[in-house]
């Protein structure tokens, strides 16, 4: 069983900045990628940033420059700095990690419950 506990969602206006956070329990042996993704209200899914356990990252276009993914491997935790807000950015975010829960596993994707970010003046 494992469980994904996000944190850090809410209102801000233009040009401000939140950060998301997101930490793993439960039975978990190794953790690869982690990352996050956002839904905008009648659109689909979308990949916002993605990062392995070496600290490798990869970002949408519409975010480069402007967040910064991080993770703290000790804590199974995953951080979003948002800077320089856009309404366009509204949405819920979602937090997702591939996980392992022993040594002989297979891998399995888990889901966070999703914290809403809503950017307007």
């Known amino acids: 069983q494992v469980q994904l506990v996000e944190s850090g969602g809410g209102l801000v206006q233009p040009g401000g900045s939140l950060r998301l956070s997101c930490a793993a329990s439960?039975?978990?042996?190794?953790?690869?990628?982690m990352g996050w993704y956002r839904q905008a209200p009648g659109k689909q899914r979308e990949l916002v940033t993605n990062?392995?356990?070496?600290?490798?990252?990869s970002y949408a276009d519409s975010v480069k420059g402007r967040f910064t993914v991080s993770r703290d491997n000790a804590k199974n935790t995953v951080y979003l700095q948002m800077n320089s807000l856009k309404p366009e950015d509204t949405a819920v975010y979602y937090c997702r990690a591939d996980v392992k829960l022993s040594r002989f596993s297979a891998v399995r994707g888990s889901w966070g419950q999703g914290t809403q970010v809503t950017v307007s003046s």
């Open positions: 439960g039975t978990i042996f190794s953790i690869n990628v």
């Open positions: 990062i392995n356990s070496g600290g490798e990252t």
